[in-house]
């Protein structure tokens, strides 16, 4: 059974920082990425990584998250830095089991299984 489980949302202030968690298993992800959705808006791809560690970011969050993972811990890892109002959303996990890089935007359809997501509120 293929589970992906976020963690680390919370609370923060504009200018400070998270670390989401995606713990996964059921399965061997090659493509992994974060996607986010602000209430009233569509979900966005946030960052992607491949098996390779090759990345994607959107335009919106380039030089201030970094996507990474732990494929001995089948884990990815979301960091968030200098984070902004803006960023305020529901942040999902999405794996698949089909390698690949794609630029800016990420697709959802890149990817077969999600998470059930975790929320992120910064403060001005």
């Known amino acids: 059974q293929v589970r992906l489980v976020e963690s680390g949302g919370g609370s923060v202030q504009a200018g400070g920082s998270l670390r989401l968690s995606c713990a996964a298993s059921g399965s061997s992800f090659y493509y992994m990425g974060w996607f986010r959705q602000a209430p009233g808006k569509e979900r966005e791809g946030v960052a992607a990584?491949?098996?390779?560690?090759?990345?994607t970011y959107a335009t919106s969050v380039k030089g201030r998250f970094t996507i990474s993972r732990d494929n001995a811990k089948n884990t990815l890892y979301l960091q968030m830095n200098n984070v902004k109002p803006e960023d305020t959303a529901m942040y999902y996990c999405?794996?698949?089991?089909?390698?690949?890089?794609?630029?800016?935007?990420?697709?959802?359809?890149?990817?077969?299984?999600w998470g059930q997501g975790t929320q992120v509120t910064v403060s001005s």
């Open positions: 990584i491949g098996s390779a560690g090759t990345t």
């Open positions: 999405a794996a698949d089991d089909w390698d690949r890089t794609e630029r800016s935007p990420i697709r959802e359809s890149s990817f077969g299984y």
